[in-house]
T-cell receptor
């Protein structure tokens, strides 16, 4: 079974600064997807960024980028130019390539991000 | 285009009772998955429905059951509620086969007293 570990329960960053959230995972599969989701107080999970394991290039979405190290099974999220609206719980998640649907995800424990003005 | 909608938003039940939670998937989606998120933890996969059948199941007891209707909406039923069932229940929809993206609803907060 796959596991996802987020070792930072809480992180804080000053507005406009850069912060990196860590995630490691364990799997015996070679093909899979990794995700970062944001969960604000509204509770709705919002997809931030997605990485396919077969792609060597790190995914980027505006101010959000990842550092995907497949051999090390590491998948960190970098948020640049942090904004007050980035404050939320962030979850790292794993999905097998073998799954035919996009919905079965294995989540980490989450990292609570605080953005200080 | 309506996203994933869940009802009710909040619910309080007594230990031993039964509860039904509802989910309407995003328009065009045919697959619904349910997750349980205990306070301060990440979501845990309960089960997934496609073509009105349970296709995959996580490590949850038989007290947790579900149903999917012809219009793709879904229900999650929990019998003999325990205090430990108190959690946020999230519904996610996707298209099978799909691009890998799941859309989540805002969840139902269940409190068992």
């Amino acid at each position: 079974a796959q596991t996802v570990t987020q070792s930072q329960p809480e992180m804080s960053v000053q507005e406009a600064e850069t912060v990196t959230l860590s995630c490691t995972y364990d799997t015996s599969e070679s093909d899979y997807y990794l995700f970062w989701y944001k969960q604000p107080p509204s509770r709705q999970m919002i997809l931030v960024i997605r990485q396919e394991a077969y792609k060597q290039q790190n995914a980027t979405e505006n101010r959000f980028s990842v550092n995907f190290q497949k051999a090390a099974k590491s998948f960190s999220l970098k948020i640049s130019d942090s904004q007050l609206g980035d404050a939320a719980m962030y979850f790292c998640a794993y999905r097998s390539e073998g799954e035919t649907s996009g919905s079965r995800l294995t989540f980490g424990e989450g990292t609570q991000l605080t953005v200080n003005p | 285009d309506a996203g994933v909608t869940q009802s009710p938003t909040h619910l309080i039940k007594t230990r031993g009772q039964q509860v039904t939670l509802r989910c309407s998937p995003k328009s065009g989606h045919d697959t619904v998955s349910w997750y349980q998120q205990a306070l301060g933890q990440g979501p845990q996969f309960i089960f997934q429905y496609y073509e009105e059948e349970e296709r995959q199941r996580g490590n949850f007891p038989d007290r947790f059951s579900g149903h999917q209707f012809p219009n793709y909406s879904s229900e999650l039923n929990v019998n003999a509620l325990l205090l430990g069932d108190s959690a946020l229940y999230l519904c996610a929809s996707s298209l099978l086969p799909g691009t890998g993206r799941a859309f989540f609803g805002q969840g139902t907060r269940l409190t068992v007293v």
